[in-house]
């Protein structure tokens, strides 16, 4: 067995950990409904208000290099990564269908490979945290939990592997320091007096 095939099997190991040892009933009810992206329209909508009302010029910055932090998470997972490298899903795999618990209505037919759930919620708390936590302090650390539980349930439903959560989650995070950056660069977001202006 080759190291690329023993890092597979390992993956697989872990995800049957998740998706089977750790199965409860409070799990196979919470874990649908965190992982389903529609769920958070109404915290999406809350940033895109508060911010620009907090932060004024400033804060409508952030929403834009948030947008376009989603963008870049985007391209790169969907349709770079997973234009290149195909991965059949779990809930997909006939091999060890009879296996996986699968939780959703409905299994994704793109590739496993990777995941755009963790790039995506990964880029956007990976922005949110370089660039607001000097302002909300240790509560930004939510954000990161945030993100975690999202993924965590996309392998528990039975959509993902850890390896696509963590591929996904990198690219996430990357893309997120990048745009903190620039956006920090010109328009930081600190204490002080006069930081709406």
């Known amino acids: 067995m080759t190291f690329f095939e023993q890092i597979l099997e390992w993956d697989k190991s872990a995800f049957f950990f998740i998706n089977n040892k750790l199965s409860n009933p409070f799990f196979d009810f919470l874990m649908p409904y965190i992982r389903d992206a529609k769920n958070w329209i109404p915290f999406y909508i809350l940033l895109l208000i508060f911010l620009p009302l907090k932060h004024k010029t400033k804060g409508w910055f952030w929403v834009l290099f948030a947008i376009l932090t989603g963008v870049c998470t985007d391209i790169i997972s969907s349709h ?3 234009q290149n490298i195909w991965r059949v899903r779990p809930c997909g795999d006939l091999s060890i269908a009879e296996h996986v618990r699968f939780l959703v209505a409905y299994c994704p037919q793109s590739s496993s490979f990777t995941s755009s759930h963790a790039a995506n919620h990964f880029g956007l708390a990976a922005f949110l945290f370089f660039t607001l936590r000097k302002y909300y302090g240790r509560v930004i650390w939510l954000i990161l939990l945030w993100a975690f539980l999202i993924c965590f ?25 990048l745009m903190s950056k620039i956006f920090n660069r010109y328009w930081y977001i600190s204490k002080k007096k006069d930081e709406t202006k």
């Open 80 to 82: 770079i990564i997973k």
């Open 153 to 177: 349930a996309q392998i528990y439903v039975g959509v993902h592997y850890p390896g696509d959560i963590i591929g996904g989650s990198l690219v996430g995070v990357l893309s997120g320091l």
